[in-house]
């Protein structure tokens, strides 16, 4: 079955514009969660998203936001971006939340270069 | 606030050899691990889950183990081959499904 399909893959944008990223999970999961990788910071955990309701999140400033639909499919948004938000923004799909058993699947992320 | 460390930050053997990777955590309150695997410039591929109850899991040429006491956890590889080369990142689950990351192992395995 297909994974979690992430768009756009690569994408450009100047210093006070805002982007949209989406992300559409392995079908049948409820859960989405978006991360930051960056060489200098790792990966970090932004939020996670179950059933339409933001369940976690990450330390991040409020221009970072979410958002996902009654098909779990899920957006993030970055407002007023500034240069240190270039990084790969990956997402992450699983059937539920809050269990042991669970396994989280990747998608191939978007490169998000901020100029 | 949970902290993972991942030792070696980078390794380099030769074909065939069995190696470990070392992964540690300071709150042992998780619901699991996961070992994932980054090759370059992709997403992240899952490797192996480990549940907090469980002691250890094996997946082919992979085996991963779990000391939640400890807050240790290692991913062995047997008969490393060239295509294993790779980044692996170890994450620990504390609620819901907030990972917190390793700062990883880069491995090179030579022909």
């Known amino acids: 079955k297909a994974g979690v399909t992430q768009t756009p893959r690569y994408l450009i944008k100047t210093r006070g514009q805002q982007v949209t990223l989406s992300c559409s999970p392995i079908s049948g999961h409820r859960s989405v969660s978006w991360y930051q990788q960056t060489p200098g910071q790792g990966l970090q955990f932004l939020f996670e998203y179950f059933s339409e309701t933001q369940r976690n999140k990450g330390n991040f400033p409020g221009r970072f936001s979410g958002r996902q639909f009654s098909n779990s499919r899920s957006e993030m948004n970055v407002s007023t971006l500034e240069l240190g938000d270039s990084a790969l923004y990956l997402c992450?799909?699983?059937?539920?939340?809050?269990?042991?058993?669970?396994?989280?699947?990747f998608g191939e992320g978007s490169w998000l270069t901020v100029v | 606030k949970q902290e993972v460390t991942q030792i070696p930050a980078a390794l380099s053997v030769p074909e065939g050899e069995n190696l470990v990777l070392n992964c540690s955590f300071t709150d042992s309150a998780i619901y699991n691990l996961q070992w994932f695997r980054q090759d370059p410039g992709k997403g992240l591929t899952s490797l192996l889950l480990i549940q907090s109850s469980q002691r250890e899991q094996t997946s082919g040429r992979l085996n991963a183990s779990l000391d939640k006491s400890s807050g240790r956890s290692t991913l062995y590889i047997a008969a490393s081959q060239p295509g294993d080369s790779a980044t692996y990142l170890c994450a620990v689950n504390n609620a819901g499904n907030m990972l917190t990351f390793g700062g990883g192992t880069r491995l090179m395995v030579k022909p």
């Open positions: 992450a799909s699983s059937l539920t939340t809050g269990t042991s058993g669970n396994t989280i699947y």
